[in-house]
């Protein structure tokens, strides 16, 4: 049979007078042709025009079908079988686009783009009741003009003899929150509040504003972040409650910011004080909390990134409240420092905030003793103290959580964890010295290979290994800054009472200096300039920042000078991470030593024979 023959005539003017599968009372069965199939947004999806050969309307494949057109086997003058949809009318035009949410390939690719005069022939649509498997109901009538007309003109057409159709959000007929692009003008979702921010204000050239955000995930898994402003914050902040299911419509769609996104959607809501938000009391088939969990010794690739993540762990130990005067607004906000371990043998610090430093920290005071296991969701890595964590506005906190890896992870700690010798990740971070051979030996690149590519961490921070050697240090830079003698934090040197940290929320007498410079550095390639904290200038510079600075006030510039001469021109093995940062409104490379190591001649030599081994092998 000509493939051609398989397409169902009239199709697009079903779909119109019908705008979602199975409105009629039936089930419908309809074969199109794809013309100008093209990807949208990153790529996932892919909008295209429908024909039966006689109409045209525009149209978007679902998500999961992408992969069918990556792969070649669908391409464009092929044929789909179309099996569930809704059609919706494109907002501020008189105009609709068809959202294919199921559908099956029929032919791969015809030879042309069919036509009226190809399917005079042809049988019109058949229906098939839903209440029976045999018998079919009249055909539909089909006009026999040539003419190609728009999704508009039917629409026109269409419209006085269309019976008026019952609001979506009445007919709780649920959309899958992977079928929502930002063409559609109506829809209702079924989701579950698996995060929720806190409501905040803001300030710009309009004027102050309050915003929130929630994380909403379906029955599927699939996931969007949804964003409330002002009226709509107000009104909905107390309606969301964490962990409970809801219908929601009336919302909008946009490409979601990638910049900011938080979970992995290509496109993010939008309710404003209009939109319909319902609680759907007594479902459970919608998951609850979902985690990524990340390992403990896992998380120095993290570090300096925007990406956030989860953990579950084993309290080793619960601090009290402090109270932290924030610089902003001057506001005093409660913080508890908490440490976790995992089966990693790493431990690591997470500072708590706001309600979670209160209640939640003070619920795990008390039960510290009995080591209780929690997942937290949503942290963000610094590498304050190497490596450590912090709650923000969305994370949430559960103790003793019903999770197969806290269960896994509780066993561990009762039958060895707890007698086992657990390091703390930041400690780990190239000041071991066969732990920072490895790292310095692995993932090795010449400096080309970092500056040739400016874009290079602009996702996330990567990391590499180099030997090289410093060539330069200015001796006119800011070498180094004052900090808390406690808590190592900038402090403010304050009129006739010492110096004030905001950490620790007190005054001290004295202070002390830590490293925070640029080096220069080159290898045969080229050279690029280094950013170097405390701790690795340290062993490049052979002594303190407070020992440097008596030297210069005592001893004189010169000597000075020529203490940061004797740290160049010799070699190092860096690890180092490369990130993005924006200065002046440009975004420019920035490369932090993460760890630093003298060469040792023997580990180098045998390191360079196996390199050599592999390129005449």
Known sequence: MDAAKLVTPVAVSHILAHPSAGSDGAVTDLVVQVLDLKSVGTGSRFSFTATDGKDKIKAMLPTNFGSEVR?????????????????????????????????????????????GEAKKEEPPIVLKPKDECVGVTPPLAMKPKQEVKSASQIVNEQRGNTAPVKPLSMTKRVHPLITLNPYQGNWVIKVRVTSKGNLRTYRNA????????????????????????????????????????????????????????????DYEMSLNENAIVEEAEGETCIPQVQYNLVKIDQLGSYVGGRELVDIVGVVQSVSPTLSVRRKIDNETIPKRDIVVADDSGKTVSISLWNDLATTTGQELLNMADSSPV????????????????????????????????????????????????????????????AGGFKSTYSDRVFLSHIT???????????????????????????????????????????????????GCQKNDSECSLRYIMVI????????????????????????????????????GDDSYVLKLKEATWVPHLFRVSVTQHEYNNEKRQRITVRSEAPVEHAAESKYLLEQIAKLTA
Request: charged share 25%; proline share 3%; aromatic share 10%.
């Open 71 to 115: 792969s070649g086997n669908l391409k464009n003058l092929g044929l789909i079988r179309i099996i569930d949809y809704t059609c919706n009318v494109v907002k501020g035009k008189d105009d609709k686009v068809l959202v294919v949410i199921k559908c099956e390939l029929v032919c791969q690719a015809l030879d042309a783009e069919i036509n």
């Open 206 to 265: 309009r004027g102050e504003g309050c915003v929130f955000n929630v994380e909403l995930t379906d029955e599927d898994g699939t996931q969007i972040q949804a964003t409330m402003f002002n009226d709509a914050a107000k009104k909905f902040y107390p309606i969301f409650e964490l962990g409970k299911v809801y219908y929601v419509s009336k919302g909008s769609l946009r490409i979601a910011n990638k910049q900011f996104k938080t979970v992995q959607n």
């Open 374 to 433: 929690v997942a937290i969701k949503s942290l963000k890595v610094s590498d304050f103290q190497g490596v450590s964590l912090s709650t923000v506005g969305k994370s949430t906190l559960a103790i003793n959580p019903d999770l197969h890896e806290a269960q896994n992870l509780k066993s561990w700690y009762d039958s060895e964890g707890k007698d086992t010798s657990l390091a703390p990740i930041g400690a780990e971070m190239g000041a071991a010295r």
């Open 452 to 502: 040739s590519d400016p874009a290079m961490g602009q996702e996330k921070p990567v990391f590499f290994s180099l030997y090289a050697t410093i060539s330069h240090i200015k001796p006119d830079q800011n070498m180094w800054y004052r900090a808390c003698k406690t808590c190592n934090k900038k402090v403010t040197e304050t009129f006739g009472s010492g110096y004030w940290c905001e």
């Open 520 to 555: 220069k550095v080159s290898d045969p390639t080229g050279e690029a300039w280094f950013s170097v904290f405390n701790e690795h200038a340290e062993k490049i510079i052979g002594c303190s920042a407070d020992e440097l600075d008596r030297i210069r006030k005592e001893e």
